[in-house]
């Protein structure tokens, strides 16, 4: 057998070097801008040739991109060619970042990066895997409890079909298996064999889809034939539709409604959700929140296709929000048999479902799409200053050049003054400079400035003078981008919602010299763990808060089997400790690592942080510990999301070390598996928490237990 199927080599990160550019013949890789993710140079001419096993095609992703934008394109641009540069059949050309999969012909790719003489940025960072080309997809072993589409995931390559190992199997790759079956939307993502174990082999492990794919083996994954599972672990699926030659499927799916989660964000381009147990009754007294935020620029259209809900609008509705539910316009209330579609206004939409004590019906299904707005104005919160881009060729038309429009009172100094392209006039303007005035209310921080061009002095005028205001708001969920143009009787809105950086890391003592850079990070039973978080941001009024922290031994649950090490500001466990911070924005504590059970072989922690406004007495930072939560008066605070780990239990017998020693020391010592850098994470702030997940598997004998990174994936 291992003479038939052709297995991919192991899969390998290809680091940028000065020159940049290379080849690349792993099945399976990473590669990024230079200097990524520092700011690229100018004219740069990078190409990066992918080529694979004859038989295998390419897909080609991005984790990031952050370029000098332009709607065609024309500065600084990343080009994907499905083959060589010669063969001149250009895939798409980009310089806004994309969800979208590219996927080649035949087995090469190339990526070609340019950068002109002015305007830089990060870069990008990219990734790509290969597949065989007769692939092709089936579910099997369903049964009469289970409609048609449901069953064990299986795929076919060289004569044989193979099953996918349950390993980070989800609901969002259950999404791609079912639309690629056309068998509707997915209900679950059983795993443990639940459908029967399959024969052949494994084919995919630790499959990581993102829910835009068109098929599953554009999913990031291990690679093919690439796993460390058994049949007992083989991943199925629950779809909502049928065949054509089965009959409609009946369902049961009642549920407690005590025991169930709803509401999520969402951030792919498009994608689709659901009312709890759709297409079940949904449960009494529920209430869900669904966040969709894209990409800047972007606008979100959401469409409901099966509306079955208690009659009437007074009892159970479904709000559709214009932004943050809680600080956003409602744009419509939607009832019992509506259908329509909703456009937001902005690059984030919030979508509440609210049902009373009585009458429960089939409940909604859903699905959005994202679109760029071409706008003459684009703003960009970043993470010391705000980016305004007018186009020039808007300035022309109300009869005003590039060079009229300036910062007012600020056009002299160097640092205020705009870079002017023949497309777009782009201000970089700092939070803490340049006129930028920050305001406080309530639980909202705001950065303002405008930008102006006027008629010049004389004793008439027949042009309006034009005003651009621009602000960065940090509301309570989410960083929020706002601009708009005053003209006398035009205005033009455009607003957006952004990241926030945070930046959290394992110490190897209480010094807080050293950083844990070994991923696994391996520890003894009962040995202090210390951490470090810290908000990246030029803002130095801001602090750091940690709300809650709760330990469990499933990644997915924390109500069933949980630990508490603090929670709403009261320490529960006698080993937790806090440490006395550096500045606000940085907050240190630790705790004595432990398992639950030697049947629950790993531990996951979960902390909710909160960011406020520092040295302020009545916000949540400043209160400690609370017996029943309840909202600052009059104050801001913030919530986030990071993710650490993971840390394996020590080998038995292993030479103790030094802790105030470089980590670079101690990873001969533990012979980590790899390493990589603390987790600095742009984490999505529309979440109700900052969370800090901190994942560590307490192994009873070897280092053969699996962990997530270190830096795990959002």
Not at 347 to 372: C, H, L, P, W
Not at 400 to 415: C, E, F, H, K, T
Not at 525 to 553: G, K, M, R
Request: contains cysteine.
């Amino acid at each position: 057998m291992d003479n038939y199927w052709w297995r991919p080599s192991t899969p390998t990160t290809e680091s940028p070097s000065s020159s940049c550019g290379g080849f690349l013949s792993s099945a399976s890789g990473t590669f990024s801008s230079p200097s990524y993710p520092g700011y690229y140079p100018n004219n740069a001419n990078c190409v990066w040739e992918i080529q694979v096993n004859s038989s295998y095609l390419i897909n080609l992703g991005f984790n990031s991109l952050q370029l000098e934008m332009h709607s065609s394109c024309r500065f600084d641009y990343v080009e994907i060619f499905d083959g060589s540069l010669s063969s001149n059949v250009s895939l798409r050309k980009i310089c806004n970042y994309t969800r979208d999969i590219f996927t080649s012909s035949y087995n090469r790719m190339t990526i070609r990066f340019r950068s002109d003489v002015s305007i830089q940025n990060t870069g990008f960072s990219a990734w790509y895997n290969s597949f065989p080309r007769d692939a092709s997809l089936r579910l099997v072993d369903w049964n009469s409890s289970h409609p048609a589409c449901a069953g064990r995931v299986e795929i076919y390559h060289g004569g044989q079909w193979g099953t996918v190992c349950d390993d980070n199997w989800g609901i969002q790759d259950a999404q791609v298996v079912c639309r690629q079956l056309g068998c509707g939307y997915a209900v679950s993502a059983p795993g443990n064999a639940y459908f029967g174990s399959g024969s052949g082999p494994i084919t995919l492990d630790d499959v990581e889809c993102s829910g835009v794919e068109s098929n599953l083996w554009q999913c990031r994954n291990r690679g093919w034939f690439s796993h460390d599972c058994a049949h007992r672990e083989d991943a199925g699926v629950i779809c909502t539709g049928t065949y054509t030659t089965t009959p409609d499927p009946v369902y049961n799916l009642t549920r407690p409604a005590t025991n169930y989660t709803c509401g999520g964000f969402l951030s792919q381009s498009s994608g689709s959700f659901f009312s709890p147990f759709y297409p079940g009754n949904y449960p009494n007294n529920a209430k869900c929140v669904w966040d969709i935020e894209v990409q800047n620029n972007y606008r979100v259209t959401v469409v409901f296709r099966d509306v079955q809900l208690e009659g009437g609008c007074n009892y159970d509705y479904i709000e559709v929000f214009d932004g943050p539910y809680h600080s956003s316009p409602l744009l419509a209330r939607v009832c019992d048999g509506t259908r329509g579609s909703f456009t937001s206004s902005s690059n984030f939409m919030s979508i509440r479902f609210i049902s009373d004590g009585s009458v429960t019906k089939r409940g909604f299904q859903a699905e959005y799409y994202s679109k760029f707005f071409n706008g003459s104005t684009k703003l960009l919160c970043l993470q010391n200053h705000m980016q305004a881009s007018v186009s020039v060729g808007y300035l022309l038309s109300l009869g005003y050049s590039a060079r009229d429009l300036v910062i007012p009172g600020w056009n002299r100094n160097y640092q205020c003054q705009p870079q002017i392209a023949s497309s777009q006039v782009t201000f970089t303007v700092p939070y803490s400079g340049c006129g930028t005035i920050q305001q406080v209310d309530n639980d909202t921080i705001t950065y303002s400035n405008f930008l102006k061009a006027a008629v010049s002095s004389g004793i008439i005028r027949r042009r309006k003078d034009l005003l651009i205001h621009i602000s960065c708001k940090m509301l309570q969920n989410t960083w929020v981008n706002t601009m708009y143009i005053a003209n006398d009787t035009l205005e033009i809105k455009n607003i957006q919602y952004s990241n926030f950086d945070v930046n959290i890391s394992f110490y190897t003592s209480p010094s807080f010299l050293y950083p844990v850079t070994s991923s696994p990070y391996y520890v003894d039973l009962n040995q202090d763990l210390y951490l470090q978080a810290e908000i990246l941001h030029s803002n130095a009024s801001l602090a750091l808060f940690v709300d809650t922290c709760v330990a469990s031994p499933d990644p997915n649950d924390f109500t069933s089997l949980t630990y508490d090490l603090i929670r709403s500001g009261c320490v529960k466990d006698e080993t937790y400790q806090s440490y006395q911070q550096p500045s606000p924005n940085v907050l240190r504590f630790k705790f004595s690592s432990f398992h639950f059970l030697s049947r629950f072989p790993s531990v996951y922690l979960q902390c909710k942080m909160v960011v406020c406004r520092a040295y302020d007495a009545l916000s949540r930072c400043s209160r400690g510990c609370i017996v029943r939560a309840k909202r600052g008066v009059g104050s801001y605070q913030e919530k986030v999301d990071v993710a650490l780990g993971p840390i394996l239990l020590q080998v038995p017998h292993a030479e103790k070390r030094s802790l105030d020693r470089p980590e670079v020391d101690l990873e001969e010592e533990a012979s980590a598996q790899g390493s990589s850098h603390s987790a600095t994470l742009l984490a999505g702030v529309f979440l109700v928490m900052l969370l800090a997940v901190a994942a560590f598997a307490l192994g009873r004998g070897t280092r053969g237990a699996r962990g997530l990174p270190l830096s795990s994936r959002m």
